[in-house]
């Protein structure tokens, strides 16, 4: 049986990308993860709504987390992102994601970002590759 509060608390500990953009894994299990990130002002694009790219950050890194329940290392393949509706006047945007399909050498995941609300900010779909090394490896 899989720890998966060890794998969260190696998430937030190791990942500085992630503490940079305040993204934080706050649960998992198998094949899926949730986390969040707080709406802060060194986040925001010209009209008060969280960037793109920290949209698409967060997508990402909710993924993979999902897809590292696995027991492996995981690398992104793709990504594809609608942005459905802007990011703000919320605390949090919060993120959401499950496998689709799991093969032996690719994932494919689903990821939804909401805000306080539960209203949809964003959907994604990603690929992941299994790198063949098992997690957590301190020299990966």
Not at 18 to 24: C, E, S
Request: hydrophobic residues 40%; negative net charge; contains cysteine.
């Amino acid at each position: 049986m899989t720890d998966y509060s060890v794998m969260m608390e190696y998430f937030n500990r190791r990942n500085t990308f992630d503490q940079t953009i305040g993204f934080q894994v706050t649960e998992m299990g198998d094949g899926w993860a949730r986390g969040r990130i707080e709406l802060k002002p060194e986040l925001l694009n010209i009209i008060n709504s969280m960037h793109g790219g920290v949209l698409c950050s967060l997508a990402d890194s909710i993924s993979g987390v999902a897809a590292y329940s696995s027991g492996y290392y995981m690398t992104t393949m793709s990504l594809d992102l609608h942005f459905l509706n802007p990011a703000w006047k919320t605390k949090y945007v919060n993120a959401y994601a499950h496998a689709i399909k799991r093969g032996h050498t690719t994932w494919v995941l689903d990821a939804e970002l909401t805000n306080d609300d539960g209203q949809l900010v964003a959907r994604a779909t990603s690929t992941y590759f299994n790198m063949g090394i098992p997690f957590p490896d301190e020299e990966v």
